[in-house]
Structure formats: C-alpha cells, structure tokens
DNA sequence: TGTATGAAGCTGTATAGACAAGCTACCGTC
DNA sequence: GACGGTAGCTTGTCTATACAGCTTCATACA
C-alpha cells in the first residue's frame, strides 16, 4: 500500500497535478484551509490522527507536512494539546517585518492610514521589469502614509497584478492596510526584500513630515504568488526612529 | 531496538548529555565536523548509508538531519550525487549579508581594508548591556574601513569576547576580515540584526569620505556562541549605493 | 570511435508500527 | 469541597522497509 494517494484527492482535492509529493500537498491542503478562513486564527486545527483519516497520508507524512508549516510559522504546536494557526504575521519569518499597523498597535499606539492614491496605470518601466518576464498589464498602483499616533511613520507606494488582485482597487485601505488585505486575498509564496538607505525625496519628506534629504530606510519587495509576480512595492520609513529587527537560530548544536 | 543510541555515543561523541534527541545530535555532530574543517567547503559528505553506519542512527533519522540543515542553507544536497558542505555565507540565510570582502570580490572589484584600531578596552555600558547578563570584560575592540576598489564603502566596529576569541588581538585584519576570522575560529550559532538608516556621524563621514549627514545603512549585530555573546558589531554601509537583499520561500504550496 | 545499455550508488518520498512525553478531564477517596 | 490518580488524547521521536528518480560509470555493441 505504498502511494494510494487517491484519497486525499476525494473528498479535499488539494491539487490537480501529481507530480508534487504527498507531504507538500498536504501543506497546500493545510494552508488553502487557513487561507481560505475555514480554520481562521488560534482555531485548533485536527489532530493528526484526523488529518489522517482526511486526506489518506500515513501519520509520518501528516507530521512532516505539519513539521514544516510549525518551523515557517504558520502553524503552532503544543505537545499533549493541539496544533493551532499561528498568528498571522509570525508567517513572514524572514525578517520580521510586522504589518506596519500591527506593529504600530502592539505597541499600544494608534495606527492611522491616509490614502494618497488608488489607481491603475501604465506603470513605469522601471516596476514593469520589477515584475519580471511575463510581466502583467495595467497593475494596480497605490500610495499610502501610515501614521502613529498622528505622526507620518511610513510611506507605501504598491503596484498589484490586478489578475490576482481584481478587486484591489475597490478596497478601503484606510480601514485595512493593503498587505493585510493582499495576505488573504491571494496565497502569497515567495518574498524578496532590498533595504537601502536613501536621503528622502521632496515628495517623501514631505508625506513623512521630514527636512528633505533626511536619512530613510527604504525596503523594496517583490511578493510571489506561486510562480507569479503579485505585488511590488517599496516601503520607505521615517528616519532615523524606525528599524527592522530580526533574530534566528542558525545551528542547534 | 528501539532507542539504541549508543552506537553514536561510541566512535564519535556528539553530546553528553542525552536529553537532546537523536536527529539533533547527527545534525551537532555534521555541524561540528565543518566547524572543525573537518569537512571542508565543497567537500562531499559521507553519503546517508555511511552515516547510519557512522551514528547507529537509522537512515529516517539521518535523512531528517540532512534535510534539515539543507534547509538551513548548510549543506547541499543532489539526487543521485551526495550531499556537500554549501558555501559558508549561504550559511547566514536569514539576510544574505555576505562578508563584505567576498561580495566585493564576486562584483570583481578589488577588496581592501584599513585597521583604525585594534585594541582591548573598558567597553562603554552601552556596548557591555549588548552583551547580555553575564557580560565579558574588558573585551576586544577593532574598527575598520573596508573599500572596493580604493573608495570606501564599509565601517566596521566591533567588540568580541576575548575568552571565546583569545587570539582575536593578535590577527592581521587587513588581509582577512575578522567576520571571516570569528566564523572558524569561533562556533557562531545564532544571529540577532538590527537595521536601521542613519545620518552619517563626522567620524563615520570621515572615515567613508561622505558628507556630513549623508544617509548610511546600518546594522548591528550580536552574535553568539551557544549561550554566549561572541561579538557585538556595528555595520555601516556608505551612501545609497550599498544594500542588502534577501529571498525566500515562506510556503511550498 | 562512438553510442546504447545497464548496474550501482545516491537522495527523495512514503508507510506501518512502536514508544515517549505532555496535557486535560474525569473519577474516586478523604 | 479538596486532593490525587488515572485514562485518554495529543504531539515528538525512532525504526525498518520499500520503492522511485537521478547520476555516474563501466561494459557491450555497432
């Protein structure tokens, strides 16, 4: 009985193709169930025994596939308790980058948003290389200020495969930040991150409130849908009061 | 034959302590052996079947602690080939901050770098709290310039443990970076990163020959060894034209 | 000489079964 | 009611075995 795979593609068929082994689609199976908000945040997921039955995988391969998702953080464990959906933002791992607005408010100030621009263009050349090869046409393209407490902390200009995205431009970012809306609205894979230092620019400087030519971090990055271009987008932070901070475990010797 | 584990104990002894579980053990094990030069760079490993005779460990087991570091971006693994020692700054993974000697060497620019200061001193509080509780005393204290092609593009201040990198006072930074130095003298185990924009000090400003003012990427990093702070140091990258970039896959869905 | 063919060795995946360890809730006793 | 033990569920680890897919190399053949 060695891959009667049949199973998992009953009654939750997780993808089509089946050259991709049993335990990736059996992530893909986890993550569509959390993206989709079937098992929303902190909901105890089914054990593996369950997971089990569900899908058809052996137990080894259920707990490699939950292994995985636990070490991405997406998932977390409790031994003797549970599994549970991680919360969202302990997702993008990499460098701990938090939602600026969840930042803001974890720490216990007031995340405001002014929404500068929301449009589709004829992007520059310049982001329609960012996007790469296929490219896409007409991308969404958005500009916001996020502020804390009052204070302009971050400009956010954004450009959207509106393929992906159609609705993009027909949210209420003030209500919700655009990463927030695009984490759920599309099943983002992959990130690639550059962080520079500029001097701000007139129209930054004075977005961010700033004397022009005052020292920004800026973070530009391209956000993956499989094996798609969802979003660019470039982040600029008010000078010198803002950092990324990231810590991980290389070696567990 | 359930937890027969002495066979790893035997020939080579990996931890003493034995609360640790298997697989984490074959992956010290691995990584002390590159640590110790014993396994070079780009040198093949023992093949699965060889390290299961090696540690006693089955080859599920085994095959976890390859898979593992293969992920963690130490090794490098090819069907039907072996598995290899990846090159050492794929190591950092997190951010891909490469010594800043190889990434001007791979632009094929010429690497240089001037010693300002090599010394053991009081270090201020501010560096000392860095360390962490039990702290280190009067601790080593270097800071250089690192230039591609004649025109400077780094600073570099750093504070290391002398108990853990004895002979860190007595190296020639300008032919080899202490990054480089630390990274096989020292078992470096975990990074911490902070990163944030800065308006060049006037030593700083000196030093890069930049204007007073101009914004600088910076980065701190506290790096241990196990338990312990191993060194404490501050990057600082000239101008707009320095950046770091970083690429990663959250989900394989 | 050049080209198939096949064997050997390697990693990758999957399974079934077992035991260890942690948590919770229930049930009995005092 | 308070306390303690235990059964049952959960995750964590480990083994033994099997097969699939890839690469390399030697051998046989044209």
Redesign the pocket.
């Known amino acids: 009985?060695?891959?009667?795979?049949g199973a998992l593609a009953g009654a939750r068929d997780v993808l089509p193709g089946a050259a991709i082994?049993?335990?990736a689609r059996v992530k893909a199976l986890i993550l569509r169930n959390i993206g989709d908000g079937t098992w929303p945040r902190d909901r105890r997921?089914p054990?593996?025994?369950?997971l089990v039955a569900l899908t058809?995988?052996?137990?080894?391969?259920v707990?490699r596939a939950?292994?995985e998702l636990?070490h991405a953080g997406v998932l977390h464990?409790?031994?003797?308790?549970?599994?549970f959906v991680a919360a969202p933002m302990a997702r993008s791992g990499l460098i701990e980058i938090e939602d600026i607005a969840q930042e803001i408010r974890r720490r216990g100030a007031v995340h405001g948003s002014r929404v500068l621009l929301l449009d589709r263009v004829e992007a520059p050349g310049e982001v329609m290389s960012a996007f790469g090869e296929p490219g896409c046409r007409r991308p969404f393209h958005s500009v916001l200020v996020h502020s804390e407490d009052g204070t302009p902390v971050q400009h956010e200009e954004r450009y959207v495969d509106p393929e992906l995205a159609p609705d993009y431009g027909r949210q209420d970012f003030s209500a919700r930040t655009p990463f927030d809306y695009l984490i759920e609205a599309v099943p983002l894979t992959e990130f690639e991150h550059v962080i520079s230092a500029v001097a701000a620019s007139p129209a930054i400087a004075a977005a961010l409130d700033l004397p022009q030519g005052a020292p920004c971090l800026r973070l530009d990055r391209r956000t993956w849908s499989g094996a798609r271009i969802a979003t660019v987008n470039r982040l600029t932070y008010a000078g010198e009061r803002c950092r990324l901070a990231t810590r991980r475990v290389v070696s567990t010797s």
């Open positions: 009985m060695n891959t009667h795979q082994p049993l335990y997921l054990s593996e025994h369950d058809g995988a052996s137990r080894m391969t707990h939950l292994r636990t464990r409790v031994q003797g308790v549970g599994t």
